[in-house]
């Protein structure tokens, strides 16, 4: 059974830095699949910004956080992270990790087709301005 533990998150002014990680078991995160990172704001739909595959050598990004948010991976812890710079208002949002052991495509910051994804439990993301 794939679990998902995240942590980071919190609260930080307009400019600051935050780092989510994603801790997974039952699951490798360096084999064939895909880890994503996805957020939903109150009132939004949910939104794919990062994506990490090819056993960690490729990432993807929304136009929304390219340049900004990072994407890596600890093949050893098998975790992955979310580094987040230079964060707006408009990044608050609850953050969700996903596994994904196959997919069709990769396309702006997602993992599409294959198997449903385990989520992780979600961390809040506040950025004040």
């Known amino acids: 059974q794939v679990q998902l533990v995240q942590s980071g998150g919190g609260s930080v002014p307009a400019g600051g830095s935050l780092r989510l990680s994603c801790a997974a078991s039952?699951?490798?995160?360096?084999?064939?699949?895909?880890m994503a990172w996805f957020r939903q704001a109150p009132g939004k739909e949910r939104e794919g910004v990062a994506v990490i595959y090819w056993g960690g050598s490729k990432t993807s990004y929304a136009d929304s956080v390219a340049g900004r948010f990072t994407a890596s991976q600890d093949n050893a812890k098998n975790t992955v992270y979310l580094q987040m710079n230079s964060l707006t208002p408009e990044d608050t949002a609850m953050y969700y990790c996903a596994s994904r052991p196959a997919y069709k495509t990769v396309v702006a910051g997602t993992c599409r087709g294959g198997p449903t994804p385990a989520w992780g439990q979600g961390t809040q993301v506040t950025v004040s301005s």
């Open positions: 039952g699951y490798n995160i360096s084999g064939r699949g895909c």
